[in-house]
């Protein structure tokens, strides 16, 4: 089982970044995806989620209107397009697969957004 994270960088206050999650493994349609962010010296923080078939979204208050999670079960695939990135935006954003009926989950390996004039 892998989940792959990519598309992180540093950028300037205002720009945008395109996070993608790649996954292998296990059946990607059945699951419920989920991007978190850990900030230096803060505690997790659940950004975005969408339900397995896409059709439900949710945002965390902080990026709501900025952020956009989707997903392509063709192409077993989360995105997570961020918009207007702010520095407080900084951290290391982390790819979440999760379901409940069998219950399983797994963790991607991070990828770091830097966001500083």
């Known amino acids: 089982v892998q989940l792959v994270e990519s598309g992180g960088g540093s950028v300037q206050p205002g720009g945008s970044l395109r996070l993608s999650c790649a996954a292998s493994g296990f059946t990607f349609s059945l699951y419920n995806m989920r991007w978190y962010r850990q900030a230096p010296g803060k505690e997790l923080e659940l950004v975005a989620g969408i339900s397995s078939a896409g059709g439900t979204t949710a945002y965390a208050a902080s990026v709501k209107g900025r952020f956009t999670i989707s997903r392509d079960n063709a192409k077993n695939t989360v995105y997570l397009q961020m918009n207007s990135l702010e520095p407080e935006d900084k951290a290391v954003y982390y790819c979440?697969?999760?379901?409940?009926?069998?219950?399983?989950?797994?963790w991607g390996q991070g990828t770091q957004v830097t966001v500083s004039s």
């Open positions: 979440y697969a999760v379901r409940f009926t069998p219950s399983a989950d797994y």
